[in-house]
């Protein structure tokens, strides 16, 4: 999805750390041509902050009605939260924009996704979603529709989890040994996690649903790494993927990989000739 200058122009909600990456290495080179045209945030420091940094001198706007009303951008990227995606993606789908989110536990809100299934299909647009921290979803997809049971387990270090809902009652707690801190279902682990467990989503998504996946978290202050295991059982075989991420150096709570998926899903919308994977 490029206009006519084949080039893809970009706007992006949300200007912290990990849109901070994603605009760099945009603006490199490395994603093929692609132009940073806006930015929006509500912390109007943050995005100013980020622009003195670019050399494409993309425009700030306060409000998504601006970001959206730009007729040069083809493509918003969502790099902010599950309550941003909440706020702001149906306006974007509505005023004829597609949509990247890196937020995937928003989706799993079945009316709101719904709304935004209604809307995509009526106006043509796309909802892009990164594989994210993990690289299993290719399996998962294809084994779609005969997958019998998903059990996502995440090691953190307890730095990487702190401001979580779900670690809070242990912040003042010395974790001196790996410790199991949550057991639940996807749903539940996006509510507590929203930061730190959006490949139960993209997985939930991809699988048997949220409600079906299984999600343990495990806080191990010896860990360096983001680990996440994800088991799959199903009717074609089992599989077992392990994945141990270096965390990002602008946000610990994030996988550096999470931040070169999106950047490799850019290249795919911008229209590699070559299409790998299912």
Not at 32 to 42: R, Y
Not at 259 to 274: D, E, M, P, W
Request: net charge positive.
């Amino acid at each position: 999805m490029t206009n006519n200058n084949n080039q893809l122009n970009v706007g992006f909600i949300g200007t912290g750390a990990i849109c901070s990456l994603i605009a760099k290495e945009i603006e490199s080179g490395k994603v093929g041509k692609v132009h940073i045209i806006a930015v929006f945030d509500i912390n109007l420091s943050s995005a100013n902050n980020l622009v003195d940094q670019l050399k494409s001198e993309p425009s700030v706007y306060n409000s998504i009605e601006n970001l959206v009303d730009n007729p040069q951008i083809d493509l918003i990227i969502e790099c902010a939260s599950p309550i941003a995606v909440e706020k702001n993606a149906e306006i974007v789908l509505k005023a004829n924009k597609d949509i990247l989110i890196m937020s995937s536990g928003a989706l799993l809100d079945k009316k709101f996704f719904s709304r935004l299934k209604n809307i995509s299909n009526k106006n043509n647009k796309k909802i892009y979603v990164p594989s994210g921290a993990v690289g299993a979803i290719d399996t998962i997809k294809s084994l779609k529709g005969i997958i019998n049971e998903v059990t996502i387990t995440t090691t953190k270090n307890p730095i990487s989890l702190l401001g979580s809902l779900g670690f809070k009652k242990w912040e003042e707690k010395k974790i001196t040994e790996k410790k199991l801190i949550f057991t639940g279902n996807a749903n539940e682990a996006i509510k507590l996690f929203p930061a730190n467990v959006n490949i139960a989503a993209t997985i939930s998504l991809s699988g048997i649903g949220a409600e079906n996946t299984k999600v343990l978290v495990y806080a191990d202050p010896n860990s360096k790494s983001n680990i996440h295991e994800v088991s799959i059982k199903s009717k074609a075989g089992n599989y077992k993927f392990t994945f141990e991420n270096l965390p990002s150096k602008e946000n610990p709570k994030t996988s550096y990989l999470a931040i070169l998926s999106a950047l490799q899903t850019i290249r795919k919308i911008n229209g590699n000739f070559l299409e790998i994977g299912s």
